[in-house]
T-cell receptor, first 113, second 112 residues
């Protein structure tokens, strides 16, 4: 079936420490998207990766798409309390008439000041 | 306008009630989606509308009935729901099926 798994499920860090979440798909993906959901909030689109081996940076966040386009990672350098939330990767799977975006299981990040 | 607006924000309904959730976007996005999210779980796709036509129904029970009156509006009609249907219902839109999604803030639904 269509599955997107993320590890770890939960990560607690001290402010200033680095954080990484890993995403693995059951099948090859045409692209991978990353979202952040703050506690009590809704998912917010962060970035999309399309090319094999692609690396993109947004300030302290580094996103990577694997060579086989089946895995991805998000690395946050020097975490801040504003980084708290659940990070989801998401990939498109064929749904017949159109693709459907399937979300990964998510990684909840807690940052202690 | 870069937002997706959902109303109401909170809804409590009985199992015999009929209610509707509303979603609106004015970004010119031609794809719109309904997702359901339970606590501590990822969003689960329910329906996909592409150019105002229903293109994906993820085997959702018929007590959930989507409607797309025009390219800016998406409704979700609810009837005879069960307590296990209590969840956060998220609407999203995107410029195309390959683009990032813009989510609304959701409707937190409680079925009693």
């Amino acid at each position: 079936g269509q599955q997107v798994m993320q590890i770890p499920q939960y990560q607690h860090v001290q402010e200033g420490e680095d954080f990484t979440t890993y995403c693995n798909s059951s099948t090859t993906l045409s692209n991978i998207q990353w979202y952040k959901q703050r506690p009590g909030g809704h998912p917010v689109f962060l970035i999309q990766l399309v090319k094999s081996g692609e690396v993109k940076k947004q300030k302290r966040l580094t996103f990577q798409f694997g060579e086989a386009k089946k895995n991805s990672s998000l690395h946050i350098t020097a975490t801040q309390t504003t980084d708290v939330g659940t990070y989801f990767c998401a990939g498109p799977f064929y749904g017949g008439a159109t693709n459907k975006l399937i979300f990964g299981t998510g990684t909840l990040l807690a940052v202690q000041p | 306008d870069t937002e997706v607006t959902q109303t109401p924000k909170h809804l409590v309904m009985g199992m015999t009630n009929k209610k509707s959730l509303k979603c609106e976007q004015h970004m010119g996005h031609r794809a719109m989606y309904w997702y359901k999210q339970k606590a501590k779980k990822p969003p689960e796709l329910m329906f996909v509308y592409s150019y105002e036509k229903l293109s994906i129904n993820e085997s959702v029970p018929s007590r959930f009935s989507p409607e797309c009156p025009n390219s800016s509006l998406l409704n979700l009609h609810l009837h005879a729901l069960q307590p296990e249907d209590s969840a956060l219902y998220l609407c999203a839109s995107s410029q195309s099926e390959r683009a990032g999604y813009t989510f609304g803030s959701g409707t937190r639904l409680t079925v009693v």
